[in-house]
């Protein structure tokens, strides 16, 4: 009793979805079944659109077999052999239904509704998949120059991952701007009263205006340059570091695979900063807390094994320029022939130890 009602609620469901979908003259429970021309009328109807709206392009290619309601004494096998194809390009989940036997899977009470609410779910997919405009993924949508190019696409991906966090739609080819803007400027005041007390505040907490602009921008240029050059000596550092490797005997037979190491981590590695005023703008006063290097906070990512080395006795290289003998100016006699420094020059040497 408690089957049948389900059922029931399950045909019920299945018919508002087919009249949702302008499909109308639903079969009814009782004349579900392959045996019903209704019912393949209605599953070859659904085919048939989802082959429009391109669901079963790719299988249309391959020469897979649209669903057909010819007449004739097989008309039931060639329409379950068709049926089963198509669920298969689908990827269908009802395994039952995929399989080689879908007659016998039709029979079982309650299959029959089970294939049509797939097609119906199926269909109002690609009904939406098709009213979403095709994004241009082309060259021919950034701008000509490389460089350009790179910032376009990474402005874009920076764009789609805020949407993302929102929880808002991708933007339709065509909006401005602003209107854009101003819906995620709602949307995040929408979201700001949710969050705690003195969460999420600015480091920058006053307005600017035009002078102030530049002198941010002048600000961060400077610091732009001046890390670019600090990241360029650490590089060289690190180059001259690696390239010692190759020194050693061992190197020579390991020197490819050394280089297939280190070489895709160097070339990510470039002194040109990523760092912008947007990054200035979107900081947080959280961020100018200053915690030493040496706190336990700061050391659970820091620390290693290599710090409880201990170095023992290094030979003395000597190098102190105070124990060095100062040079002392030594007199030298004119010389007949006029060969040499002139007499009475000074110069600077060495002083001659007397035998």
């Not at 998949?129 to 993924?137: H, K, N, S, V, Y």
């Not at 990474?154 to 401005?176: D, H, K, N, S, Y």
């Not at 990054?279 to 290599?306: E, F």
Request: with cysteine; aromatic share 4%.
């Amino acid at each position: 009793m408690e089957g049948e009602e389900a059922r029931a609620r399950e045909g019920a469901a299945v018919a508002r979805d087919l009249l949702a979908l302008g499909y109308e003259g639903f079969p009814g429970t009782a004349a579900l079944g392959p045996l019903c021309p209704d019912f393949r009328a209605l599953c070859a109807r659904l085919m048939a659109e989802l082959e429009t709206l391109g669901a079963l392009k790719r299988e249309r290619e391959e020469g897979m077999e649209v669903l057909s309601l010819s007449d004739g004494p097989s008309t039931e096998e060639e329409f379950l052999r068709q049926l089963a194809g198509l669920l298969r390009a689908l990827h269908c989940p009802d395994r039952a239904l995929c399989g080689g036997d879908c007659a016998t899977a039709l029979r079982e009470p309650g299959a029959c509704l089970r294939l049509l609410r797939f097609l119906c779910t199926e269909l109002q997919a690609a009904r939406l998949l098709r009213l979403r405009p095709p994004l241009d993924t082309s060259l021919a949508a950034l701008p000509p120059d490389g460089k350009e190019a790179e910032e376009g696409a990474g402005m874009v991906q920076e764009l789609i991952l805020t949407l993302q966090a929102l929880g808002l739609p991708r933007p339709t080819p065509g909006t401005p701007a602003s209107r854009l803007l101003w819906e995620l400027h709602a949307k995040i005041s929408e979201l700001l009263p949710s969050l705690p007390p003195g969460s999420l505040q600015p480091l920058l907490s006053y307005s600017l205006d035009a002078p102030r602009w530049e002198a941010l921008e002048s600000l961060c240029q400077s610091l732009r340059d001046q890390y670019c050059c600090r990241r360029c000596l650490l590089l060289k550092r690190l180059d001259l570091t690696t390239s010692a490797f190759h020194w050693s005997d061992r190197a020579e037979a390991q020197g490819e695979a050394m280089k297939a190491v280190l070489i895709p981590v160097r070339e990510a590695l470039t002194p040109e900063s990523d760092i912008s005023i947007a990054h200035i703008l979107a900081a947080r006063a959280d961020l100018s807390r200053l915690v030493p290097a040496t706190s336990k906070a700061a050391r659970q990512g820091t620390c290693c094994a290599i710090n409880k080395v201990l170095m023992g006795n290094v030979p003395d290289r000597g190098g102190r320029p105070n124990e060095l003998e100062a040079p002392m100016p030594t007199w030298q006699r004119r010389r007949e022939d006029g060969g040499g420094r002139k007499a009475g020059r000074q110069y600077w040497g060495r002083k001659k130890k007397k035998k």
